[in-house]
C-alpha cells in the first residue's frame, strides 16, 4: 500500500475530483484522493459519481478509474498534520501517515444552521441534510415536509424529496422578491443555470412558493408537528412531519486553518493558480468561496494543473473561472440572511445543541474563546461546526485555532502518531 505521494488531494467531490484528474494527466505524477465518506461524490454527487445523471461527474469519475496513477482512498479522515508534507489519516482498520509533495484543499461546505425555538425538535433538518438522507434511501415516501430557508438550494431539495415521494407542504424562501428577480436576470449571463432553474420550476409547479418569508418556531412534544412562518406581516402556520431548513452554506476551512493558511471572510485566501499562503498547499471549490458544482469543477482542474506544473494548461480556465465567481457573487448578494432572524432565539433556545447551552448563557459572553471557557459552547461533538457559525451570525463571534485532531480519533491513532514520533 503506497504512503508517498507527488499530489494528495483531500475530498472527492467536484472539485477534488478534476483536480485529480488534471493533476493525473500524462500519467507521470502518483496522485491519491482521500474522502472521509464511504463513497466519492460529495455531497453534490452523493451516492457516487458514476450514478449521477451530470455526465461530468460519470466522465470524471471513469477516468480516474482507468488513470493507473490515482489512488482512491475512501472512507479515510485526516486527523492533522504531523510535519510540513505528511498528515496523519484513519480509516477503520488503521491509522497511517501520507506523505505528499504537493496537496490540493478540496473539503467543500457545510450548511448554515440558525436557531429558532423548536429548532432541536425530532424532525427537524438541515435542507440538504435532509436531501443527503433521502438519497442514501432514507424513507420520506408520503411525509409532509416543508423547506425552508434561503437559496437554489430549496428547489433542489424540494425536487430531490418529491421525487422520492414525499409532500412538499411548502418552500419558504427568505429573501424577497426584488433580489430575486434580480438573480434571476441575472442567471442570463449562466444560461446552464437558467435552464436548470426551469427544470427545477416546472417540476415543483403546483407547491406554494412563499418568498420574503422565514421559519420562526417549530411546535410539537416528542416530535414535529408543525411549524409558523412569517409571511407579509402576517403569520402562518403549516402542518408538517419534516422541516428541511437551511441558509446557505460555508466552507469547510478547519484543514485549511490547521495547515496555517490565510483566511480571508470565511474561506481560503488564494491566488490565480490556486495556491494557499501555505507552501505547496492549494485549494479548489468551496473551500475558496461558495460558488456551486461549475465553479468547483473549474478550480479543481486549475489546481490540479498548476499542482504538477502544467501552469499553461491551467490558463486555458481562467475565463470559466471569472464567469462562475460572478455567479457566487449574484448568489451571495440575493440570498444573504436577513437581520430578522437574529431575533428569532428566546431566552431558553438552545444554540449549542451538542452541550445545551441557550442563548441567555451565551449572551452575556464577550467572545467565541470566553463562551467556551465559561459554558462549554463548541466544545461537544461537532467542534463548534454548528454553533460556532451560529454565534457568529448572533453574536459576529470569531472561532479560535483549530484544535487537533481536526476530526474524532481512536486512541490506536493517536499511538501510531507517538510511535511515529519516537522512530
Known sequence: MKDSFDILVVGAGPAGLAAAHAAAQGGTQQVAIVDDNPLAGGQIWRGAPAKQKDQRARQLWHALEDAGNVSILQGTRVLMQTQPGELLVQDARQARTLRYKQLILATGARELLLPFPGWTLPGVTGAGGLQALAKGGYPVQGKRVVVAGTGPLLLAVAATLK???????????????????????????????????????????????????????????????????????????????????????????????ALGCEIEQGAVKTDPWQHTSVANVLCAGEGTGVGGVDLALVEGHIAGLAASGHTNEALAYFAARDKWRGFASRLARAFAPRDALRALVQPDTIVCRCEDVCHDELRQQPSWRSAKLHTRCGMGPCQGRIC?????????????????????????SIITLELHKET
Open 388 to 412: 460556532g457559525n451560529a454565534t457568529d451570525f448572533l453574536y459576529g463571534w470569531r472561532p479560535d485555532a483549530v484544535r487537533t485532531p481536526i476530526s474524532p480519533a481512536r486512541a490506536g
Open 163 to 257: 421525487e422520492r415521494g414525499a409532500i412538499v407542504a411548502a418552500i419558504v424562501e427568505q429573501a424577497a422578491m426584488p433580489a430575486l428577480a434580480r438573480f434571476a436576470a441575472g442567471l442570463a449571463l449562466t444560461p446552464s443555470k437558467a435552464m436548470q432553474a426551469v427544470g427545477l420550476a416546472a417540476g415543483l409547479r403546483g407547491i406554494p412558493y412563499y418568498t420574503n418569508s422565514y421559519v420562526t418556531m417549530a411546535r410539537g412534544q416528542a416530535q414535529l408537528l408543525s411549524v409558523q412562518v412569517q409571511r407579509a406581516g402576517d403569520k402562518l402556520d403549516i402542518d408538517c412531519d419534516y422541516l428541511a431548513c437551511g441558509y446557505g452554506l460555508l466552507p469547510n476551512t478547519e484543514l485549511a486553518r
